[in-house]
T-cell receptor, first 112, second 115 residues
Framework: QKEVEQDPGPLSVPEGAIVSLNCTYS??????FMWYRQYSRKGPELLMY????GNKEDGRFTAQVDKSSKYISLFIRDSQPSDSATYLC????????????FGTGTSLTVIP | AAGVIQSPRHLIKEKRETATLKCYPI?????VYWYQQGPGQDPQFLIS???????DKGSIPDRFSAQQFSDYHSELNMSSLELGDSALYFC??????????????FGPGTRLTVL
């Protein structure tokens, strides 16, 4: 079993919809939670970074961490065609030398 | 703002050849990470360096080696290449020890094709 589980999709939504992306994990030591966006043939681009539990909002993006359920989410409001990409969650723990554990990525398409 | 630079962007090699991938971290970042991403796969951690010393090791084959130099750039050396080594190789850098910046920023990747 992978340390981080993520539904690979694909996910297809109409423009303007609210998108919910989720990851679950098994290692309770994870403290740092990241969401990356990756366009085809490009490197992952950091979107959101959250430490421990709680919510963080940045423009149309909101990241939530629920450590009691070992569950993290990324919400995208008013989705745009330019949001079409693969979204990867990643997490790390203080005792793992900053090694990142990635989900498999969710492929999102926003239809105009 | 300066980002992580990787070279070359594309590389084609024959089986059993050797390849060297280079990574230039964001200025003042002290840690470099290497990842391998196969088609449709998530990035798999290979190895990391902090202050020029190996800090963590993941699923890096024995045929691969890496190092970080005094200017903090890093090189991933891959020998006896196999077809299965064809993948995107990402380098990421971070500034360890600062809570708000202790995260990894990725380069554009090097696409290695082994024929």
């Amino acid at each position: 079993q992978k340390e981080v589980e993520q539904d690979p999709g694909p996910l297809s939504v109409p423009e303007g919809a609210i998108v919910s992306l989720n990851c679950t994990y098994s290692n309770s030591a994870f403290q740092y939670f990241m969401w990356y966006r990756q366009y085809s043939r490009k490197g992952p681009e950091l979107l959101m970074y959250t430490y421990s539990s709680g919510n963080k909002e940045d423009g149309r993006f909101t990241a939530q961490v629920d450590k009691s359920s070992k569950y993290i989410s990324l919400f995208i409001r008013d989705s745009q065609p330019s949001d079409s990409a693969t979204y990867l969650c990643a997490m790390s723990a203080p005792n793992t030398g900053n090694q990142f554990y990635f989900g498999t990525g969710t492929s999102l398409t926003v239809i105009p | 703002a300066a980002g992580v630079i990787q070279s070359p962007r594309h590389l084609i090699k024959e089986k059993r050849e050797t390849a060297t991938l280079k990574c230039y971290p964001i200025p003042r970042h002290d840690t470099v990470y290497w990842y391998q991403q196969g088609p449709g796969q998530d990035p798999q951690f290979l190895i990391s360096f902090y202050e020029k010393m190996q800090s963590d090791k993941g699923s890096i084959p024995d045929r691969f080696s890496a190092q970080q130099f005094s200017d903090y750039h890093s090189e991933l050396n891959m020998s006896s290449l196999e077809l299965g080594d064809s993948a995107l190789y990402f380098c990421a850098s971070s500034l360890v020890g600062t809570a708000t910046t202790d995260t990894q920023y990725f380069g554009p990747g090097t696409r290695l094709t082994v024929l």
